[in-house]
């Protein structure tokens, strides 16, 4: 029996959270969750990083364990804040220093209640009429990078870049000071090794569970949700990996909307609308603390209770969530400039983020994963910014006359006038002395509309530079040759020859299609 290919194999490790039994299975046992094929393993990683197993917490050991406990700093000050009282009313609950419910099914609604709160005191800095909302975080996107760290997500353009002691000085977000009065914000991207971004995998998990017990449940299981959520913190590191300092990293808000949406995914196939608002674990008090009780208040965000996060009205009434970026072979377009469709390396096209320049993009020189930039050598490389008089007509394209033959004009316009042709086709080794096949290449060829007009000589030169300096692009019908013979008035810039519509020829390689021009690193 083959092996599964590599590209579609991700160790599992299957446990069945309701009777507690390990369910193993060999390399070549597979298993379908949320409708996709995964392969499975009886060792871990069943998806990319390996976890320590999470034990349950003695009845005995209980009081003096974290179990549910918000943590503080050992050298925590308390400083209030200088809020007026109509801020009292949202923002103590940005403040995570003070806050938080983790380590239990209350995680879910309290959360969605702070984000509601957080966007309401957006939303009064906007200017009248804004419908902007919060937005989200995929980091599905960016976890199958190459190098994660290396996503144009954590570049200058969206969250902002570091310096070599981790802080973040660079980007729309640099030298914001943090809610305990430190001069800006620190990261680690990578740097625990318990650290990953969201996979497909362990969304398809949640999304497979039965039972509100495999979602709103105290986790045990290391591919349970709010575990699953806790490594991304622990990936992003700096203040974002410690729960008291989370918030100082405006990538708090955007990874817990995409936790809320992967929630309301769940809600949405699995629960009816009434189950929605009423399903709830019991309440059990040896499995998590009183303050994730249904009719607990939710602490820190007063005038809530835990059940109230389970309201429809919060997507019913304040809030819509758009769709994750998808796309096919038909149509390899994610929507954004930000993100590439990668039709190759997974069983089905899947978007993904771009590389920032200097990133690692070994593998993908085929695709537009660099943003303002290209792949060469297995990292992402600038454009070079050229002047036309900066580059010249590379001579290993020309073409003796003798060798092209003109044909009937086929197109003309201002640009000049297009011919049918055909030009002498050097034999290869492998063709022999007595060869049958034809000699002579069909080509397109591309002339001044009026010969010996030196102004339309000199347009079609400039063109012919450009074009000699982009190597075979999917964007583009590629240069097979030229004559240049200026003495004679003569310019011919000689194409690959396009059967039919110019249209059609170009779809057929619109998965690869660039937003950008490639120029050949070595021919400038």
């Given at each position: 029996?083959?092996?599964?290919?590599?590209?579609?194999?991700?160790?599992?490790?299957?446990?069945?959270?309701?009777?507690g039994?390990?369910?193993?299975?060999?390399?070549?046992?597979?298993t379908y969750?949320?409708?996709h094929?995964?392969?499975?393993?009886?060792?871990?990683p069943?998806?990319?990083?390996?976890?320590p197993?999470?034990a349950?917490v003695?009845?005995?050991?209980?009081?003096?364990?974290?179990?549910?406990?918000?943590?503080?700093?050992?050298?925590?000050v308390?400083?209030?804040?200088?809020?007026?009282?109509a801020e009292?009313?949202?923002?103590?609950?940005?403040?995570?220093?003070?806050?938080g419910?983790?380590?239990?099914?209350?995680?879910?609604?309290?959360?969605?209640?702070?984000?509601?709160r957080?966007?309401?005191?957006?939303?009064?800095?906007?200017?009248?009429?804004s419908t902007?909302?919060?937005?989200?975080?995929?980091?599905t996107?960016?976890?199958?990078?190459?190098?994660?760290?290396?996503?144009?997500?954590?570049s200058?353009?969206?969250?902002?870049?570091?310096?070599?002691?981790g802080?973040?000085?660079?980007g729309?977000?640099?030298?914001?000071?943090?809610?305990e009065?430190n001069l800006?914000?620190?990261?680690?991207?990578?740097?625990?090794?318990?650290?990953?971004?969201?996979?497909?995998a362990r969304?398809?998990?949640l999304l497979?569970?039965?039972e509100?017990?495999?979602?709103?449940?105290?986790?045990?299981?290391?591919?349970?949700?709010?575990?699953s959520h806790?490594?991304?913190?622990?990936?992003?590191?700096?203040?974002?990996?410690?729960?008291?300092?989370?918030?100082?990293?405006?990538?708090?808000?955007?990874?817990?909307?995409?936790?809320?949406?992967?929630w309301?995914?769940?809600r949405?196939?699995i629960?009816?609308?009434?189950?929605?608002?009423v399903?709830?674990p019991?309440p059990?008090?040896d499995c998590?603390?009183?303050?994730h009780?249904?009719?607990?208040t939710?602490?820190?965000?007063?005038?809530?209770?835990?059940?109230d996060?389970?309201?429809n009205?919060?997507?019913d009434?304040?809030y819509?969530?758009?769709?994750?970026p998808?796309?096919?072979?038909a149509?390899?377009?994610?929507?954004?400039?930000?993100l590439?469709?990668?039709?190759?390396?997974?069983?089905?096209?899947?978007?993904?983020?771009?590389?920032?320049l200097?990133?690692n993009?070994?593998?993908?020189?085929?695709?537009?994963?660099c943003?303002?930039?290209?792949?060469?050598?297995?990292r992402?490389?600038?454009?070079?910014?050229?002047?036309?008089?900066?580059?010249y007509?590379d001579k290993?394209f020309?073409?003796q006359?003798d060798?092209?033959?003109?044909?009937?004009?086929?197109?003309?316009?201002?640009f000049?006038?297009?011919c049918?042709?055909?030009?002498?086709?050097p034999?290869?080794?492998?063709d022999g002395?007595h060869?049958?096949i034809?000699?002579?290449?069909?080509?397109?060829?591309?002339?001044?509309?009026?010969?010996?007009n030196?102004?339309?000589?000199?347009?079609?030169?400039?063109?012919?530079?450009i074009?000699?300096?982009?190597?075979?692009?999917?964007?583009?019908l590629?240069?097979?040759g030229?004559v240049?013979?200026?003495d004679?008035g003569?310019?011919?810039?000689?194409?690959?020859?396009?059967?039919?519509s110019?249209?059609?020829?170009?779809?057929?390689?619109?998965?690869?299609f660039?937003?950008?021009?490639?120029?050949?690193?070595?021919?400038?």
């Amino acid at each position: 029996m083959p092996r599964p290919p590599l590209t579609a194999v991700i160790f599992l490790y299957l446990f069945n959270f309701l009777d507690g039994l390990p369910k193993e299975f060999s390399i070549y046992d597979t298993t379908y969750i949320n409708g996709h094929l995964y392969y499975g393993a009886s060792t871990q990683p069943y998806f990319r990083v390996k976890h320590p197993r999470h034990a349950p917490v003695l009845l005995s050991k209980l009081n003096e364990s974290d179990f549910g406990k918000h943590s503080l700093p050992d050298n925590d000050v308390f400083v209030a804040h200088n809020w007026t009282e109509a801020e009292l009313k949202y923002l103590p609950c940005l403040d995570l220093l003070y806050a938080g419910v983790h380590s239990g099914p209350g995680f879910f609604p309290w959360h969605r209640e702070y984000l509601k709160r957080f966007e309401l005191v957006l939303r009064t800095f906007l200017p009248m009429g804004s419908t902007l909302g919060l937005p989200y975080w995929d980091s599905t996107l960016d976890a199958y990078l190459p190098t994660v760290e290396d996503s144009v997500f954590f570049s200058v353009h969206l969250t902002g870049d570091v310096d070599e002691d981790g802080l973040l000085v660079y980007g729309p977000y640099a030298n914001m000071s943090t809610m305990e009065g430190n001069l800006m914000p620190r990261r680690a991207l990578g740097n625990n090794s318990q650290g990953e971004l969201f996979t497909e995998a362990r969304i398809d998990v949640l999304l497979d569970q039965k039972e509100i017990e495999g979602v709103l449940q105290y986790p045990l299981d290391e591919r349970f949700f709010e575990f699953s959520h806790d490594y991304v913190h622990y990936f992003i590191g700096g203040d974002f990996e410690t729960t008291y300092s989370s918030t100082n990293d405006v990538i708090f808000f955007w990874h817990h909307t995409f936790v809320d949406f992967i929630w309301e995914m769940w809600r949405q196939k699995i629960q009816t609308r009434e189950e929605r608002e009423v399903q709830y674990p019991e309440p059990y008090p040896d499995c998590f603390p009183p303050l994730h009780f249904a009719n607990a208040t939710m602490h820190n965000l007063p005038g809530r209770k835990i059940q109230d996060g389970l309201l429809n009205a919060y997507t019913d009434k304040m809030y819509k969530i758009a769709p994750r970026p998808r796309c096919s072979n038909a149509r390899p377009d994610c929507g954004s400039k930000y993100l590439f469709c990668d039709t190759a390396n997974f069983d089905r096209p899947r978007c993904q983020s771009k590389v920032k320049l200097g990133g690692n993009c070994t593998g993908y020189e085929a695709f537009d994963i660099c943003y303002e930039g290209s792949c060469y050598d297995g990292r992402c490389q600038a454009l070079p910014s050229l002047r036309l008089n900066e580059i010249y007509y590379d001579k290993k394209f020309e073409i003796q006359l003798d060798n092209l033959k003109l044909g009937r004009i086929i197109g003309d316009g201002h640009f000049g006038k297009v011919c049918m042709g055909w030009v002498l086709r050097p034999k290869g080794p492998s063709d022999g002395p007595h060869s049958h096949i034809s000699d002579m290449l069909p080509v397109a060829v591309k002339a001044p509309k009026h010969n010996g007009n030196h102004d339309e000589m000199g347009i079609l030169y400039e063109e012919l530079k450009i074009m000699s300096n982009i190597p075979k692009h999917p964007n583009i019908l590629t240069l097979v040759g030229a004559v240049t013979n200026f003495d004679l008035g003569e310019i011919y810039v000689i194409l690959e020859r396009c059967e039919g519509s110019l249209i059609d020829k170009l779809k057929e390689g619109k998965a690869r299609f660039r937003d950008e021009l490639v120029f050949s690193m070595a021919g400038l």
